[in-house]
């Protein structure tokens, strides 16, 4: 680890004063992620600047109906809240899913949106990445890569977006609130990451010295029909394999609108538009599910290790949709998953 | 029964208020003044040359004391017996530090000494060191015809016995035959603590070292012999550990490194390993086995075939014993064992939990439940149709074996009964359902062992013995022991362990430690025993003249004649009586190998266990497992039992998820973390049913006990691994099962 400094802000516009003041800084909220990078050398800031008391950590209404996610609160307080219990599950299901009760204590909301690839390669700096190293080279392609990435990838990088919370907040498609030293602006959740491309050093379309204030999930939660489904080598304390949220509107047994996201599959949540549009106005059946599953993989390239996510995305999004459409889920104490 | 027979009951641990309350201190827990910390550097490569390092550039931190490396270091013991510690195998044992050649991959190359840690560290990540890197081989599977038959060289080994019968010509000759080829990859022993160090440096080059080791004497004798020092300048202390599972059997290269540093500066330091360290430490080494079998009409075994090829370190031959056990654990007449090691650059591997036999079951497991299939018959019907009553490898009869037993015990309380033979054939929840069972043998072994025993004249006991408590209990059981031999309540006994200042006892491991440690406080408490009835039987009126040390019993804190319980004098009056203030005995037990020597001494276990599959997604998740184990007499029920159920969970470990994977590009272990080596975690943990069937043996030692640390871990994988296979009809043959081999 390498030597830093360290200020706690006070306010939004402290905390961005401040990072703009320090050369090679970082936010830091919960450090559950950070400090571990840190510690193996795979980042390196010269300055923290903590966020984690920064007023930001409420949920509270939306005037549009709404609900919006403080930048601070913490995961735990998240899927725990009464109101995303009630209206959005499948963001209850999917925090539940991941990390500890340990972690999720301490992990902000913000921080969540700016975890890093779990990628082996990524985590060694006795190896080359891309990611961690621009220009290095990728070691997962090639190498072991049973957590790495089937869709959207590129040859420079085919790291994934670890978190599970975020592949819920993909289907439910909020606007990210940040701060910065040029003002406010708000990111559509889609924009928020981005695939590697040639740049995969770069997670997400923030700009320098930007802050995450907010989530703002719009008034649609899927309630009713929704699923988050994860796959992983243990049950519980391990990242996904391939995981899926699913947020339906049905009348009777046909689907009127949808929402499919995946994780463990890609450099961001990947939210598939288009399979969402082929579900639409189709009736609930296993045909339909298949059809749609096979068209969200029919892209998919695997890189040896990982070649199974393929097919095991196919069958995770059957089963997610299936039990989304029976409403099997239900918002709770302990993550089931429905496996 | 009286309120001072302790064995065989359930009391909590002794050690336990100690743990909670933290006040049981762990290696790194010694906080020494003038306390400096040391960061190891590790190499980035897996073969190659050290061409120089840069120590310079870090020397001239502020707080930074000294970077040691091959460049350095100062002249050592030369010869490798010096380094060769009591676990040893054959070859020449690493040497920190001692050339610029690398070896393997994480390979330790420097030390850097500073005021803090967190300076330590950071001077670490900046050492900048160049390299010759060359060609490297890491593959087991590059080596299949490079193996090689080791020689005898460690302690504990057993070369294969030679082939009995005609073993081709039966298999060729059999009704029914399978053959089949098994593998897992390496595994690491990940116990929660990490390796450290804490060596006090006590002026005038004597040290203590704290350090986290199964073996305090082990680690002693090699710091002496290494770095010339006398015994009574370097005591080893560990009276707690984290965790073992055989990765603090050897001297790890931590302690080596503080200890170097500390008479070098002439200063405390302490070392501890990171978590990624840790995989450079020795694992349960990847390898590869071919099982053939046969039956005749009648079911039972024509032919036996068990071959095994595993990895190790271009610098030692490390062995274990891998395919013995299946010349014993089934009757046959057919027999041909085979056992062979393959080079690569890579760190030697090391005993972990039930070595060899915890690969060599999986193998053997599997493969009976194949050849059961094959056969058309139930799976614990064929292995009872070729029960063992004699152990062939070695043609003797065993002490005990109760085997049979834990077939019945554990079937019944499984509902084996419920089971269906045809694979696929049941389903619950929407699941394929299956059921499996597997089961093993270990060694009942006893080593020389010493102990004292001491009382105060207020009767409050304490014994001391130099073993070690890896979390499993040896407290607690020895407590009980000296406890019932001298007639104390439990909290009348102090038992003291982990300290070079004590009695010698051996390393703690092969689960021997009850027996041979466990023997040896017996023995001194009943050598103070005698000396007490000595006194007791000073008085003219003594009610207990004449009496033979045979005669009389301790019950209770009191000495009286067995046979008439009315003749009797209270402990401590005696001791008071006497005018001493404390009375003190020695031990030195040994197995008895005149009384062994006609028998083979082993325990054995049995595991039941239930799986769900789901088809479509291949998750797969175990429901249930029940064990039973033969394993002699049960010293503490409750700690006997806490040690099989972390037997089955690193059963389950090994059959689901273990794994640690190495990238032959680069010849490194790419998942050296606890976020991707997986571990069960309490998600994964069914309900555990444990049972331990009784077995009278007053031939394995006078305590009648065979040792428990391991024997449970057997079965359980293959069982696992059976119930998959009887779920889903997929014979999955290279563990760990993940969910993409059922897809």
Request: proline letters at 5%; charged letters at 20%; glycine letters at 10%.
């Amino acid at each position: 680890m390498y030597p830093f400094t360290y200020s706690r802000a006070t306010d939004v516009a402290d905390a961005v004063r401040d990072k703009a003041g320090h050369d090679g800084s970082a936010y830091v909220g919960g450090g559950t992620n950070l400090i571990d990078l840190m510690k193996m050398n795979v980042e390196q800031p010269a300055h923290l600047v903590n966020v984690a008391k920064l007023p930001l950590s409420k949920i509270e209404d939306l005037p549009n109906g709404g609900l919006r996610l403080g930048a601070t609160a913490t995961n735990s307080d998240t899927a725990w809240n009464e109101q995303v219990k009630a209206r959005y599950p499948v963001l209850n299901q999917a925090i539940l899913a991941g990390a500890s009760p340990q972690l999720r204590n301490a992990a902000t909301n913000g921080g969540n949106l700016m975890q890093r690839t779990r990628c082996y390669y990524f985590y060694d700096i006795a190896t080359p990445c891309n990611k961690r190293e621009p220009g290095s080279g990728c070691s997962a392609i090639g190498g072991f890569n049973r957590v790495c990435g089937i869709l959207g990838t590129s040859e420079a990088c085919i790291a994934t977006h670890p978190s599970d919370m975020c592949v819920a907040l993909a289907a439910l498609a909020p606007t990210v609130r940040v701060s910065g030293p040029h003002g406010e602006r708000s990111i559509a959740f889609e924009d928020f990451h981005r695939l590697p491309g040639d740049q995969p050093e770069l997670d997400n379309t923030l700009t320098e010295g930007e802050l995450i204030t907010s989530l703002d999930l719009p008034e649609k939660g899927f309630a009713k029909h929704f699923a988050y489904l994860k796959l992983r080598d243990r049950h519980s304390y391990a990242f996904a394999l391939v995981s899926v949220a699913v947020g339906l509107e049905m009348d009777g047994d046909t689907i009127t609108e949808a929402r499919l996201a995946l994780g463990g599959v890609a450099h961001k949540p990947w939210r598939d538009q288009s399979a969402e549009q082929l579900l639409k106005g189709q009736p609930a059946t296993a045909e339909t599910f298949g059809r749609v599953a096979a068209h969200v993989v029919a892209n998919a390239v695997g890189r040896g290790s990982n070649d199974f996510k393929i097919e095991l995305a196919r069958r995770a999004i059957v089963r997610a949709l299936k039990q989304a459409a029976e409403g099997q889920q239900v918002a709770g104490d302990v993550y089931l998953g429905g496996q | 029964m009286t309120q001072t027979n302790h064995i065989g009951k359930a009391p909590n641990r002794v050690d336990g208020p100690l743990k909670v309350a933290g006040a049981a201190h762990y290696s790194g827990e010694f906080n020494v003044p003038d306390l400096a910390y040391g960061y190891v550097v590790s190499s980035p490569i897996a073969k190659g040359k050290i061409l120089k390092i840069h120590a310079d550039e870090v020397r001239a931190l502020p707080g930074v004391l000294e970077v040691f490396s091959h460049e350095n270091v100062p002249h050592l013991a030369w010869l490798d017996k010096s380094y060769k510690d009591q676990i040893a195998p054959g070859g020449s044992p690493f040497r920190p530090l001692h050339a610029p050649d690398i070896t393997f991959n994480q390979q330790p190359i420097a030390l850097v000494v500073a005021d803090t840690f967190e300076l330590a560290r950071y001077a670490a990540a900046l050492l900048r060191i160049d390299y010759e890197q060359e060609a490297h081989e890491t593959n087991l599977e590059a080596k299949r015809t490079e193996g090689f038959v080791p020689g005898k060289g460690k302690a504990g080994f057993q070369p294969p016995p030679p082939p009995r019968g005609n073993p081709d010509k039966a298999l060729a000759n059999a009704t029914h035959s399978i053959e089949a080829e098994y593998a897992h990859g390496a595994q690491h022993h990940n116990p929660m603590e990490l390796f450290t160090t804490t060596v006090e440096w006590r002026g005038d080059g004597k040290i203590t070292a704290y350090d986290k080791t199964q073996g305090v004497f082990n680690v002693q004798n090699y710091l002496t012999s290494v770095f010339g020092l006398k015994k009574e300048d370097c005591r080893v202390v560990n009276q707690f550990m984290g965790g073992g599972f055989g990765a603090g059997l050897r001297p790890q290269y931590s302690v080596f490194m503080a200890v170097l540093a500390s008479l070098e500066l002439k200063r405390s330091v302490r070392v501890t390993l990171t978590r990624q360290q840790m995989f450079s430490i020795g694992h349960r080494p990847n390898t590869l086995q071919l099982l053939k079998m046969g039956t005749n009409p009648d079911g039972t075994l024509a032919s036996l075939q068990h071959h095994a090829l595993h990895e190790t370190s271009q610098f030692e031959d490390y062995t274990e014993n891998i395919v013995n056990w299946s010349g014993m654990l089934y009757q046959c007449e057919n027999v041909k064992l085979g056992y062979e090691l393959a080079k690569l650059d890579i760190y030697s591997p090391q005993d972990m939990r039930a070595p060899g036999a915890a690969s060599g079951n999986v193998g053997l497991e599997v493969a009976m439940d194949e050849m059961a299939y094959a056969a058309g018959l139930d799976p614990l019907e064929f292995r009872l149709r070729n029960y063992a009553d004699r152990d062939q490898n070695v043609d003797k009869p065993f002490s005990s074996k109760k085997l049979r037993e834990c077939y019945q015990q554990a079937a019944a309380k499984f509902g084996w009964e419920t089971r269906s033979q045809e694979p696929r054939s049941m389903r619950a929840n929407g699941k394929l359902v299956g059921m499996g069972m597997g089961g093993g043998v270990w060694d009942a072994a006893q080593k020389k062992s010493a102990a004292k025993a001491i009382i105060s004249a207020d009767g409050k006991l304490t014994v001391r013995s130099g073993t070690g408590e890896n979390g499993t209990g040896t407290y607690t059981i020895m407590t009980q022991i000296a406890a019932e031999t001298l007639g104390l309540p439990l909290e009348a006994v102090t038992f003291e362990l982990g300290d070079t200042d004590q009695p010698e006892a051996p390393i703690q491991g092969g689960s021997w430690t009850a027996a041979s440690v466990g023997t040896a406080v017996k023995d001194a408490c009943d050598a103070l025993g005698e000396k007490i009835l000595k006194l007791a039987q000073k008085p003219a009126d003594s009610p207990l003249k004449g009496a033979k040390y045979d005669d009389v019993e301790f019950v209770n804190g009191q000495l009286r004649l067995r046979l008439d319980h009315d003749q009797a004098v209270v402990l401590r009056d005696v001791l008071q009586a006497s005018g001493e203030t404390q009375l003190e005995a020695d031990s030195s037990a040994q197995p008895n190998m005149a009384k062994q020597q006609p028998y083979s001494l082993h325990s054995h276990n049995v595991a039941f266990a239930e799986v769900e599959v789901d088809e479509d997604l291949g998750t797969i998740k175990v429901t249930r497992v029940v064990s039973a184990v033969a394993a002699g007499r049960i010293l503490n029920q409750k700690t006997a039992r806490s040690q099989v159920l972390g037997s089955v969970v690193w059963g389950l470990g090994m059959a689901l998820m273990e794994e640690t994977i190495m990238d032959h590009k680069f010849g490194r272990y790419v998942n050296h973390n606890f976020a991707e080596y997986h571990i069960p975690v309490n998600a994964d943990i069914p309900h555990i049913d444990v049972i331990f069937v009784h077995e009278d043996d007053d031939i394995v030692n006078p305590l009648g006990v065979k040792g428990i640390g391991e024997v449970g871990m057997l079965g359980v994988t293959a069982a696992i691994a059976n119930a998959v296979f009887h779920a889903t009809g997929k014979r999955v043959r290279d563990l760990p099962i993940l969910l993409d081999k059922l897809l």
